[in-house]
């Protein structure tokens, strides 16, 4: 939303289609919405042609953005609209790529470097299980195989890092279609005070959805190994995990150090950062990008992550915080209880990642940038036609 606001100050009309229930077609403001039922799968796409093609031939506009579909519309829902107009989308996760949504071998020892298709079956990446039964996988698979050959058709593509860009490129997009647009730290007015002085009591942070994927299990092991310090933590956030993360708490024995607080607002979110002493990023499956690190830099918070995804794209090694291999979690421990003890090299680190920040927090270029690629597809589908 953020985002739309900014394109409407400088003049520019939006209107919003969006894949839910809700009947209402406008929000009473000057911004016209539109919603249609979810269409995941194939056929239920069938049953919204009529309906979208009226809307996009009643708005006519100048660039049709979609936003990432994966499992909410379907594919032949995507490819009416960008056959209707000059199509722009952005990817904001790796679901496309990935028939288990990890982008984890099976194993879960290391990330997957396997473009998508039939391979995942075959090579028994992708298994029948008590939740997937083969008919669901092979349908799954023939899902996946038509939305990536929509991927491939769009004017371009909008990615968060260059790891994504990759991931793009290796799944068989023209990499003249794909553009890396970095995210940018949206800073409101309760974030407008900062400290650079590092928590004394040893608080370890971490930000996320609580989901498997996050690594937050892995986490509470990671804390497990953290003996020779004395440490505490918060976990902030809410997910899916939550009762997996609860109960691994306490059969480690570590309900006294750890505390889950669920979901928080902007402005106690920012005394958090402020009152910790680190930020921990233990994310598994590839990040398309990791906002919470340049939260934790801004607030001079140095960052320990494992090197997955586009994660080291704004995470300097041994400069604004320590870069782990995945899986490796007795050396991810090691690297917080050294920030732990080390106070004027987390002092250190979170200085630099102040000055490494500072990139990514001009809302103006990223408009800027995104109005830039509207125009490009703009003229090469004047060209075209």
Same mark, same amino acid.
């Given at each position: 939303m953020d985002i739309l606001d900014s394109l409407e100050k400088k003049g520019h009309e939006n209107v919003v289609l969006y894949s839910a229930l809700n009947e209402s077609e406008e929000n009473g403001g000057t911004r016209k919405e539109y919603f249609v039922p979810p269409s995941p799968g194939l056929r239920r796409g069938f049953s919204l042609f009529g309906r979208i093609r009226k809307i996009v031939s009643h708005e006519k506009?100048? /660039? #049709?953005?979609?936003? &990432?579909?994966? &499992?909410?519309?379907? !594919?032949? =829902? =995507?490819?009416?609209?960008?056959?209707?107009? !000059?199509?722009?989308?952005?990817?904001?996760?790796?679901?496309?790529?990935c028939l288990n949504h990890k982008k984890i071998h099976g194993n879960e020892e290391s990330t997957c470097t396997r473009p998508v298709g039939w391979g995942c079956l075959t090579s028994g990446c992708v298994r029948p299980s008590r939740e997937m039964d083969m008919r669901f996988i092979i349908k799954s698979a023939i899902v996946q195989h038509i939305e990536m050959l929509q991927?491939?058709?769009?004017?371009?593509?909008i990615v968060a890092s260059d790891y994504m860009k990759k991931e793009m490129i290796r799944?068989?997009?023209?990499?003249?279609?794909?553009?890396?647009?970095?995210?940018?730290?949206?800073?409101?007015? $309760?974030?407008?005070?900062?400290?650079?002085?590092?928590?004394?009591?040893?608080?370890?942070?971490? /930000? &996320?959805?609580?989901?498997?994927?996050?690594? =937050?299990?892995?986490?509470i092991e990671i804390l497990s190994m953290i003996r020779d310090v004395s440490w505490k933590a918060k976990i902030i956030g809410y997910g899916n995990a939550g009762d997996e993360v609860r109960n691994k708490i306490?059969?480690?024995?570590? *309900?006294? @150090? #750890?505390?889950?607080?669920?979901?928080?607002?902007?402005?106690?979110? *920012?005394?958090?950062?402020?009152? *910790?002493?680190?930020?921990?990023?233990? *994310?598994?499956? !590839?990040? !398309?990008?990791?906002l919470v690190g340049l939260e934790a830099m801004y607030f001079g918070r140095p960052v320990v992550a494992f090197n997955v995804g586009g994660i080291g794209e704004w995470l300097?090694? @041994?400069?604004?915080?320590?870069?782990?291999?995945?899986? $490796?979690?007795?050396l991810f421990a090691e690297k917080?209880?050294?920030?732990?003890?080390? @106070?004027?090299?987390?002092?250190?680190?979170?200085?630099? &990642?102040?000055?490494? /920040?500072?990139?990514?927090?001009?809302?103006?270029?990223?408009?800027?940038?995104?109005?830039?690629i509207y125009q490009g597809v703009i003229n090469n589908w004047k060209t075209r036609r």
């Open positions: 506009p100048d /660039v #049709i953005h979609i936003h &990432g579909f994966h &499992g909410n519309t379907s !594919p032949f =829902v =995507v490819r009416i609209l960008r056959k209707m107009g !000059p199509s722009v989308h952005t990817a904001h996760d790796v679901l496309a790529f991927y491939r058709r769009f004017n371009k593509i799944n068989g997009i023209s990499p003249d279609r794909v553009e890396c647009l970095y995210y940018f730290l949206n800073v409101e007015n $309760d974030w407008a005070s900062r400290v650079g002085e590092i928590g004394k009591d040893n608080t370890i942070l971490y /930000v &996320g959805r609580i989901e498997k994927n996050k690594g =937050v299990v892995e986490f306490k059969v480690m024995g570590l *309900s006294e @150090k #750890i505390d889950m607080l669920g979901h928080v607002t902007h402005g106690e979110l *920012s005394q958090h950062y402020i009152a *910790s002493s680190l930020v921990a990023v233990p *994310s598994c499956y !590839p990040e !398309p990008f990791g300097k090694d @041994k400069q604004t915080g320590f870069l782990v291999e995945f899986p $490796d979690r007795k917080i209880e050294c920030l732990l003890r080390d @106070k004027s090299l987390s002092e250190k680190f979170g200085k630099n &990642g102040q000055e490494e /920040v500072k990139r990514f927090l001009s809302k103006e270029d990223h408009i800027n940038c995104l109005l830039h």
